[in-house]
């Protein structure tokens, strides 16, 4: 009765791993001194969103992982450790 149980619980979790992965989108890797957009998370209390800039632009200083990176602002020149989800990059068009 356990091996039909540990089977079938295999099985699920193979299915909803297929399923993840299947819509899952890769992410893409920068270099020192690309020029990308951060997502900014700080949206001040009393502030509309529909004003709201959700992206900066930045340069990415260093690669951290495979996943993190730091990057410095352009507009100010600081520093921040960001994940790959919060950049996009910047096309020049």
């Not at 299947?22 to 529909?50: A, C, D, H, M």
């Not at 990176?69 to 990059?89: C, E, G, M, T």
Request: no cysteine.
């Amino acid at each position: 009765m356990q091996k039909v149980v540990a089977m079938r619980e295999k099985s699920a979790h193979l299915a909803n791993k297929s399923i993840y992965d299947s819509e899952l989108r890769p992410i893409t890797k920068y270099k020192p001194g690309q020029l990308v957009y951060v997502k900014s998370f700080n949206l001040k209390q009393r502030q509309t969103s529909k004003f709201f800039k959700p992206y900066s632009p930045f340069v990415i200083v260093k690669t951290i992982g495979d996943t993190s990176y730091l990057v410095k602002n352009l507009q100010n020149n600081k520093v921040f450790k960001r994940h790959a989800d919060h950049i996009k990059p910047k096309l020049n068009l």
